[in-house]
């Protein structure tokens, strides 16, 4: 259930500074000397520790144990990604990897552009992040929800879709990757009827580029790294990938 789920009021309430320190806009100390300064911080003040260098970029949503995270990281180093899932346990093993990651790395800074935090992104991602503020959102292996009168838990929703296009900028792309055929014609259809979407380039498909031509780096990692698509590479079973490329000007009907 969400009771016990917190969420920013809006993206500039989030403590982004914490999650990535090493791109905080201002250091620790800074920032405790601010505190000491005066006991009732204020609102705006606590905003401006919080921010950081810059936004988040990538988001993996449903983000599971992070395999796509900790493959993406060395992949885009000036890049920050955010993964989200919604179980507790699951994000804190995220979270305690990262750290662990970071500890192993820091003599080259490694995985400070990663982080994971716990949310129900059905229902809150416009609070985590600004308008076109990001490149690429990932949704892997989603669950499928196979009944019919279960179809309105999908995270792929017209609805929903609304949403992605919200925080995606521009020519940014929505990577999808499922080994359930109903669930990658599902998604296919209301992306392709939304507005603000366009698909992106059929060699995506199933069966072409098995050798990695023509694939682009995110295809080929969301393919091999994440822990579904490993489980469905080791069952010999098929993956369905399709990317969705956010329009400049919708032309709604
Ligand atoms: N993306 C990972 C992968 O490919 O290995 C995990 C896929 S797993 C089948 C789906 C994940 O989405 C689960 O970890 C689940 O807890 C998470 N999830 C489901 N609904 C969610 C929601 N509303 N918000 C955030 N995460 C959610």
């Known amino acids: 259930s969400d009771h016990s789920l917190t969420y920013p009021r809006s993206p ?10 090493a ?23 606590q905003r401006k520790f919080n921010a950081l ?10 983000c599971g144990f992070g395999g796509l995270l900790f493959a993406l990281a060395p992949k885009f180093p000036d890049t920050l990604i955010l993964g989200m899932e919604i179980r507790t346990s699951v994000t804190e093993y995220v979270q305690e990897k990262v750290r662990a990651l970071r500890v192993q790395n820091a003599s080259t800074n490694g995985y400070q552009n990663i982080s994971c935090i716990r ?20 949704l892997c292996f989603p669950d499928p929800h196979f009944k019919q009168r279960k179809h309105k838990a999908r995270i792929v929703s017209f609805t929903l879709n609304s949403e992605y296009a919200y925080v995606l900028r ?33 060699v995506f498909e199933e069966g072409v580029g ?35 490329r956010r ?3 919708p032309v709604w009907p």
């Not at 800074?30 to 003040?45: F, I, R, T, V």
Request: aromatic share 10%.
């Open 12 to 21: 500039a309430d989030m403590d982004w500074a914490s999650r990535y320190p």
């Open 23 to 45: 791109y905080a806009k201002h250091p620790k100390q800074e920032m405790e000397d601010a505190q000491n300064e005066s006991h009732d911080a204020d609102l705006e003040k």
């Open 53 to 62: 260098a810059k936004n988040v970029e990538i988001a993996d949503i449903g």
């Open 119 to 138: 949310a129900n992104t059905m229902k809150f991602l416009p609070n985590f992040f600004q308008k076109a503020q990001l490149a690429k959102i990932f």
């Open 170 to 202: 521009p020519g940014g792309v929505v990577y999808t990757i499922t080994d359930v055929q109903d669930l990658h014609e599902w998604m296919k259809e209301h992306f392709e009827k939304h507005p603000s979407f366009e698909r992106v380039e059929k």
């Open 210 to 244: 098995e050798h990695g031509e023509g694939m682009d780096e995110c295809v080929r990692t969301m393919r091999s790294e994440t822990e579904e698509g490993k489980k469905v590479e080791r069952n010999k079973g098929l993956k369905f990938v399709a990317c969705f």
């Open 247 to 249: 329009v400049e000007d």
